[in-house]
Antibody, heavy 118, light 112 residues
Framework: EVQLVQSGGGLVQPGRSLRLSCSAS????????MSWFRQAPGKGLEWVGF??????????EYAASVKGRFSISRDDSKSIAYLQMNSLKTEDTALYYC?????????WGQGTLVTVSS | EIVMTQTPPSSPVTLGQPASISCRSS???????????LSWLQQRPGQPPRLLIY???NRFSGVPDRFSGSGAGTDFTLKISRVEAEDVGVYYC?????????FGQGTKVEIK
């Protein structure tokens, strides 16, 4: 059974950093790209970023709103994808989701809440 | 950036009746590889999104056959043939043809 278990959310002050983790099981993690999305309270879904599998270079793509502040990485030996969030702003407050991507965002994590507030 | 416009924003439906949601993109979603990366996702209250349909019309594993997707180019439709109580939630179209990936604003399906 494919599972994506997220961790690492919480309350953080503006300007600080936070790292989210997405631990995968039930499939060959190396074979898939991974993506991150977010949903601000009461709002719709927003794509955050994407990391290709190592076969495709492991390269990344980011939304303009987070480019230069957020970075995505992966540890294939541990089957974990990471979202490193730096210089956090109040507008980054959201529920963050990771998703497996193989031509479609088919399995999603349970979400982890990030609250940026002083 | 490709803008996804979804209508209607809200759809009150009688149980057992059909529902239809439209999604229009600001440019063609046909990728250079020939596929069209248009998906439909369902988000029930308090739950993460769930993939229903990918590449316009392919139902994902475990999705009931009352859900169907159609369309081409820039115009796409999600249809629920007979709405059931468990279908209540917000439905989003999403394009993954071009970065940045973008979503429609969502359509709230509720029971009359």
């Amino acid at each position: 059974e494919v599972q994506l278990v997220q961790s690492g959310g919480g309350l953080v002050q503006p300007g600080r950093s936070l790292r989210l983790s997405c631990s995968a099981s039930g499939f060959t993690f190396d074979d898939f790209a991974m993506s991150w999305f977010r949903q601000a309270p009461g709002k719709g879904l927003e794509w955050v970023g994407f990391i290709r599998s190592k076969v495709y270079g492991g390269t990344t793509e980011y939304a303009a709103s987070v480019k230069g502040r957020f970075s995505i990485s992966r540890d294939d030996s541990k089957s974990i994808a990471y979202l490193q969030m730096n210089s956090l702003k109040t507008e980054d407050t959201a529920l963050y989701y990771c998703s497996r991507y193989g031509g479609r965002a088919d399995y999603w994590g349970q979400g982890t809440l990030v609250t940026v507030s002083s | 950036e490709i803008v996804m416009t979804q209508t209607p924003p809200s759809s009150p439906v009688t149980l057992g009746q059909p529902a239809s949601i439209s999604c229009r993109s600001s440019q063609s979603l046909v990728h250079s590889d020939g596929d069209t990366y248009l998906s439909w996702l369902q988000q029930r209250p308090g739950q993460p999104p769930r993939l229903l349909i990918y590449k316009i019309s392919n139902r994902f594993s475990g999705v009931p056959d009352r859900f169907s997707g159609s369309g081409a180019g820039t115009d796409f439709t999600l249809k629920i043939s007979r709405v059931e109580a468990e279908d209540v939630g917000v439905y989003y179209c999403m394009q993954a043809t071009q970065f940045p990936w973008t979503f429609g604003q969502g359509t709230k399906v509720e029971i009359k």
